[in-house]
């Protein structure tokens, strides 16, 4: 911003014009004294007078040039104020964004609401967010806002994004085309840019931000975008963190199953559920039959492999809202929301016969095949707490084991009213 000039010093005009007065004076004294003296005076007046006049003429320019150079100074600082509020309110909206993530309790969440954020934080360009969708690199664009003013590829490798190699943000634009990542389908001749920032936390890379805008112009608003997807990438990183922590807390180790612990957090929460429905919950307890004499047998290692071949049996014959448990050693549970008797009773017998279909290697050798034993409780007929239909179901798989093994066994119904 340029200073206004500094103001000539006044002292000129008075001068002048005290000399003019006296000059004046002098003329209208020396009338009486002579001719020559008096015409002496008034040219001396009148040229200082002309002087001031000049002199007044030059303050009044200088004054326009001042006034003019100050709106010029406002206007300038019109425009830093515009540009210090903008500034201002999009950190403002970096901070809630920050916050609004710091509140986010799993990936889907964080994903949806910066998608939400960055369209706002953003304005003028559009964006897709690209998280890592598996541990090859391959990235999926899952959240996006705004128009493209060129295709990108929906799923890309992190091949195929140079901000990913470089891993710092990449800017290109159709100007020239060797600058733009493989992902990126130019599919216009109307100038554009795009930017793409990666998204990396702890050393992690965990995916990118693809941004395009149209025009010659590189997209003014980038450090903001790096600042947004360094808190996204942080918070991505840091749920992963919580989720695994969770994970380990809630997952039996070998078979990565649940465990006892979040079988009892989650049966009570879904007998709830169901009740509220009005609806029938399935509970389903296997325990490997012979288990001790297999693990003398073939060792405890193949011993294992039975268990982690059973728990993959469960959980590929499961439906998503069903919940598969390790209780612990050889037994495990299924939790069934919303299954019938008849329906729980099929699904029973189809597991029957798949943990004698399994073909299960250890080191290099086809392991004998395993059976298991099945009590099968319903909610609410054989207990309308967890203990209950839990132990219900416990006791109808050791009737199944008195019963011979390898096979299924209901609970007896009780009085409802006492479970
Ligand atoms: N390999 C392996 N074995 C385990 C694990 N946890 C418990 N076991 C074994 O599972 C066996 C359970 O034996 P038992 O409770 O006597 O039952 P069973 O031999 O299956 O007999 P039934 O249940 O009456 O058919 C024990 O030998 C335990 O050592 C494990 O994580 N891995």
Redesign the pocket.
Known sequence: MNAPPPRPPLQWPFLACGLGVVGLLVWFGSVQMSVLHSWLGLLAGVGLLILMLRQFRGLHRQATQDAQAIQVVRRELAIEQARQESHSADLGLLSRFGNLLLACTDEAEALQTSQQMLSLLLPGSAGSIYPLIDGEGLAEATHLWGIHVCGTRPQASAQDCWAMHRKRQHVASNQSPESLCPHVQPNGSAAFFTSCIPLVAQNESLGWIYLSSPGAEAYPKLQMAVAAAEQLALALANLKLRESLRDQSVRDP?TTLFNRRYLTESLGREMARSGRRKQTLAVMTF???????F?DTYG?AA??AV?VAFARLLQTSSRSEDIACRMG??EFVLIMPEMELTVAERRAHELLAGITQLQIMHEGQLLPAVTTSIGLALFPDHGRQPDRLLAASDQAVYRA?SAG?NQLVVADAVDITSS
Do not use: T
Request: charged share 40%; net charge negative; glycine share 12%.
């Open positions: 070998l325990d490997i039959d012979h288990f001790k004499a693990n405890h011993g294992d268990l050693g050889e084991k093994r």
